[in-house]
């Protein structure tokens, strides 16, 4: 292709380097590079001055050439048409033709990712890490192909750590993206084929459509959870898998009771496995029992003794069922646990509240995707966001057939964190899925198929903190503003510090000061337990503890009575002071209130507090026994003298029915505003009588406030995906790292 004595084009020169490589693998990609330079690109002088000096020596193999070349006194220049012939093979891998419109060779769709792509996106690529695309978005504008190739590789460049190879891994990522958007399009073909069904089932009038004969007479489906019945059924005709992602309280646990009883009435007995969480195992249990008697449950839960019995049994054949009930934490639990679902040949897995299917790269996504079901059915009452990881994780799990051999490479492709707003290439797709996934998701509002539902009025209660809060406060956050320039996971603990003190004090260690901490540790060899103790480590160990704790622990052991924290600094809260008033007020009236905390701690000073007014009250959190929060749901629902019921917000958000309250108080907030919503949900649902009141308390001048408006933010932009129109632990997105360094002043 070259004139005679004309350099060789780029990709045949990297061409060439390949073909060398694969002759000497041990070698150094850039010393092949430089060998064939020093021999103007002649592969034959090349590959014969390499087998002489590949042995080992002392001099490096370059040094060893180079040394040789000096020597000799010259060299015929030869072209390099027999080393072109020798790649013609390599060179038609980079004129492949794409589906992208607007460019027709690989070269130019190169060109284009290069000039066009995001600090994301280029970070995709093989060796490109953040600080070198932020020097390619630098070195723009790429006019033409050579422009590219001479950034990629003059002196400077190089320097900087860009290469040629960034070019040739550029190629792998628009592989890849051919890959997932073919995959799409099929998607979107059997999509296409399936809107015109579902939109009849959902829009038009419900026709021959009744309540299948073995579902409880006594009890009565909704219209709308009719609907959603004939959706399910249309779903099974096809053979395919859907979500049904009603708004929190619509009665999502009985539309799918009522579909495993129309199968059952059908002649498909199962079996069916159920996977749900802790907090909703009994409810599940006593809801299949009233709506379809005619099922048979069995309940996959126990010790580890228990369970090793109930799977020989069922592997056996020695029990009878129709659907087992289980929680997420076996489903995914040990290997035993998983075999199970693996051995059973079920017909359907039912996933509520699901939300660890919305990340095919954690290893819980893929230990429930192996499951071994025929249908997959998953139910969740938060709207899908714009989150291209999710929208794929999902669409996998509709459709795993058409994406099980390129997980890989969509888990990839979109799990890069964001450094910026997303790309041309992710907004793309996310419509595309959006358009993809609408007939195999089903949601509806409680504003459009509860007319009746009485209304949910929210309202924002500040409080100013107590004296002592508020310079604890301030303290702290000098303190804190460190820290507060390093890492993602330094930031989550320096949010979680300011957090803690906005709601109380106590969950710090103030009061107790470390020569309190040594006279306490000293009185502790008084006791029994402790008589043989050292009094360092026994220091050591009240350092790391909260004020809370250390109170408590002064409780327990007598020798250290004195030390307890007077009432009043248990109550000193400016969120506390507000409840007092507050409380009594809605008990004036009549009003049930269930309160809400993320911190199990909080509900413990909570507790002091209710007690101290003379409030009763029941509990519920994550160390509840799963067979005891049925009976205080039951006790609260039953017991109109019990006025507050608390709740830890993960443990208490998820499928709990508490209609008999009509006021729910936020004590803390979440910094992800749909948690809040489904613990709100907990009272304003199906049964609710009277409007249901959220009240948030929220210190202003805080952490808090920041939090309040994110979230506001975040429920107005982030609209649900199938309308008419949810870091990974232990890691912090961008805006909410923004707000933290705004609320240390920095």
């Not at 998607?187 to 015109?196: A, D, H, L, P, W």
């Not at 409030?615 to 005891?628: E, Q, W």
């Not at 982030?718 to 997105?733: H, I, K, L, N």
């Amino acid at each position: 292709d070259s004139e005679e004595g004309a350099e060789p084009s780029w990709e045949r020169r990297e061409a060439m380097v390949r073909k060398l490589q694969r002759k000497f693998p041990d070698q150094d990609k850039e010393e092949l590079r430089s060998v064939l330079q020093e021999h103007e690109w002649n592969v034959d002088d090349a590959l014969e001055v390499l087998r002489m000096f590949s042995d080992p020596g002392e001099m490096t193999l370059k040094r060893k050439i180079r040394a040789s070349y000096e020597r000799a006194s010259s060299s015929e220049d030869e072209d390099t048409e027999g080393a072109s012939s020798e790649f013609e093979g390599e060179d038609d891998e980079l004129d492949f033709v794409a589906e992208d419109a607007g460019t027709s060779t690989l070269k130019g769709q190169i060109l284009s990712f290069f000039q066009e792509a995001s600090l994301d996106e280029l970070s995709l690529i093989a060796g490109c890490s953040l600080k070198k695309a932020q020097k390619i978005v630098e070195l723009r504008p790429f006019a033409v192909w050579q422009d590219l190739v001479t950034c990629m590789t003059k002196s400077l460049c190089i320097k900087n750590g860009l290469s040629a190879e960034l070019l040739l891994g550029c190629r792998v990522v628009l592989r890849e993206r051919a890959v997932v958007q073919g995959l799409m399009s099929k998607c979107q073909t059997i999509s296409g084929k399936m809107v015109k069904g579902v939109t009849q089932v959902i829009d038009k009038d419900m026709g021959s459509m009744t309540q299948p004969s073995v579902l409880n007479r006594k009890l009565q489906l909704k219209p709308y959870q009719l609907i959603g019945l004939k959706w399910l059924l249309l779903l099974h005709q096809h053979k395919l898998n859907g979500i049904l992602a009603d708004e929190m309280g619509l009665g999502k646990t009985i539309q799918a009771i009522a579909f495993l009883g129309r199968l059952h009435q059908d002649g498909i007995d199962g079996p069916h496995l159920i996977t749900v969480p802790s907090s909703t195992l009994d409810n599940w249990v006593r809801e299949l029992k009233l709506w379809c008697p005619s099922l048979k449950v069995l309940v996959y839960y126990g010790s580890v003794e228990d369970r090793r019995y109930l799977r020989h049994d069922i592997l056996s054949n020695q029990v009878d069922f129709n659907v087992i009930v289980s929680t997420y934490n076996l489903a995914i639990g040990n290997d035993s646990d998983r075999s199970l679902f693996r051995k059973l040949r079920l017909k359907y897995a039912v996933f509520d509240e699901g939300h660890m299917l919305k990340n095919m790269n954690s290893l819980r996504y893929r230990h429930l995707m192996a499951i071994n079901a025929e249908h997959r059915l998953l139910l969740t009452g938060t709207p899908l966001q714009n989150n291209l990881l999710e929208l794929m994780s999902l669409l996998n799990f509709i459709m795993p057939s058409m994406f099980s051999s390129s997980t890989a490479q969509i888990a990839k492709m979109f799990s890069m964190k964001s450094h910026e707003e997303q790309s041309r290439f992710e907004r793309d797709r996310i419509a595309q899925a959006k358009l993809i996934m609408k007939p195999f998701i089903l949601r509806r509002v409680k504003s459009e198929v509860l007319k009746q539902l009485p209304a949910k009025e929210e309202r924002l209660e500040f409080c100013t903190m107590s004296e002592k809060q508020q310079l604890l406060y301030q303290n702290m956050v000098g303190k804190l503003k460190k820290s507060a320039i390093g890492e993602k996971k330094v930031l989550c603990n320096v949010m979680m510090q300011l957090r803690k003190m906005a709601n109380h004090p106590l969950l710090h260690r103030q009061y107790y000061t470390t020569e309190r901490l040594e006279a306490m540790s000293h009185l502790m060899l008084k006791e029994p337990t402790h008589l043989d103790a050292d009094p360092v480590l026994i220091q050591e160990d009240m350092a790391v503890m909260s004020d809370f704790e250390l109170h408590r622990l002064c409780q327990q052991y007598s020798s250290l009575h004195k030390y307890q924290l007077e009432k009043d600094l248990l109550l000193d809260s400016g969120k506390f002071h507000l409840l007092q008033t507050l409380l009594a007020t809605l008990k004036t009236k009549g009003d049930r209130v269930v309160l809400f905390s993320q911190f199990t701690m909080m509900l413990d000073i909570v507790e002091i507090l209710l007690k101290h007014l003379g409030h009763r009250y029941v509990r519920l959190d994550g160390s509840t026994p799963i067979a005891d929060r049925i009976v205080l749901i039951d006790d609260y629902n039953m017991d109109p003298e019990i006025f507050v019921f608390l709740l830890s917000t993960r443990a208490g958000g998820l499928g709990i029915n508490l209609t008999s309250a009509n006021v729910v108080i936020m004590h803390d907030i979440d910094c992800n505003p749909y948690n809040d919503k489904q613990a709100e949900d907990r009272c304003h649902r199906l049964g609710q009588t009277r409007t249901v009141q959220v009240i948030k308390l929220i210190h202003k001048d805080t952490i808090e406030g920041g939090m309040l408006q994110l979230g506001q933010k975040k429920l107005k932009l982030e609209q649900d995906m199938t309308a008419s129109e949810e870091g990974d632990e232990g890691t912090m997105s961008e805006d909410m790292a923004v707000l933290l360094k705004a609320s240390l002043g920095l």
